[in-house]
């Protein structure tokens, strides 16, 4: 006991930007059901947008011309496909790629029983080795934001790299005007099961915040009768004015930006920013 002590009060204190917690926890196989059944919840935006949101999202795409029947894409983060399972119905050529094992045999489950195409891939972004395979890449809800500005970087040159030429990358972030709606905080709960684990443990919850560098983090500690696990979930919040030198250092121009991905009009005091970017 005396060692788990320890830990939770070591992780009380703000860590180093970007320590990480524990690794690959969707591999624990009840954290990974908790995490397919919040993607399928339609009552909340918890994990993905609920199946209206994606419904016009995908519509707007389609109706605009972004994407077209026919072009070759690539879902980054797919989850349980979501959004393939659309795009494939129009007859686009979708790739949809995840890191967990137990979202992407659902979404093939749910691929075979609609006879549709789609090649999903259980992986790592860093490890793609596609190059100029694709019309569009597209990473949704904010994960672009999860990165720290050395692994963004490596990403967006994996994404360049996989891209056509002129092909286009759709991504959304979170703004700093959504963070100040979540002001820094702490909370526990004793629970006999739930999201973390299927027996009775304790949800230490902590945000820490880097306003300086638009930076904060979402940290739990469980605690149960094993000991002491910290999971922790990194943000980078941005705006038009500091994602846009980002994209173009890898070779993206900005094409088109809105506060979200069906088109609403952009204003710089949105929640969420939504872009369009084109491969030079």
């Not at 909340?44 to 519509?59: K, L, P, Y």
């Not at 050395?150 to 959304?172: E, H, M, N, V, Y």
């Not at 983090?217 to 469980?222: A, E, F, N, R, S």
Request: net charge negative; proline share 5%; aromatic share 12%.
């Amino acid at each position: 006991m005396e060692d788990t002590f320890d830990k939770i009060y070591s992780w009380q204190e703000r860590p180093a930007l970007y320590a990480p917690g524990e690794p690959r926890f969707w591999d624990d196989p009840h954290i990974a059901r908790s995490m397919l059944a919040a993607h399928l919840d339609d009552s909340h935006d918890a994990a993905s947008r609920r199946s209206a949101v994606i419904d016009r999202t995908v519509h707007f795409w389609l109706d605009s011309g972004l994407i077209k029947p026919g072009d070759r894409l690539l879902d980054l983060g797919c989850g349980p496909g979501l959004y393939a399972e659309r795009l494939s119905r129009a007859g686009v050529h979708v790739t949809g790629i995840d890191l967990s094992e137990n979202s992407i045999r659902y979404a093939r489950e749910q691929a075979d029983s609609q006879n549709l195409s789609i090649d999903y891939r259980v992986m790592n972004f860093f490890d793609l080795k596609d190059r100029q395979n694709f019309d569009v890449v597209m990473q949704i809800y904010g994960e672009l934001n999860t990165f720290s500005d050395a692994d963004r970087d490596r990403l967006l040159t994996i994404i360049q790299r996989s891209l056509k030429p002129g092909g286009l990358f759709i991504c959304d972030l979170s703004t700093c005007r959504l963070r100040q709606k979540q002001q820094p905080g702490r909370s526990w709960s004793a629970e006999p099961e739930g999201f973390w684990r299927s027996h009775p443990h304790l949800v230490l919850e902590q945000t820490f915040a880097w306003p300086e560098q638009a930076v904060w983090l979402d940290q739990y500690i469980i605690v149960d009768r094993d000991g002491a696990k910290v999971y922790r979930n990194w943000f980078h919040d941005y705006c038009l004015e500091t994602i846009r030198p980002v994209l173009e250092k890898q070779g993206f121009v900005i094409q088109q930006a809105w506060n979200d991905l069906a088109g609403t009009p952009f204003t710089p005091d949105g929640d969420w920013l939504a872009l369009v970017s084109v491969k030079q």
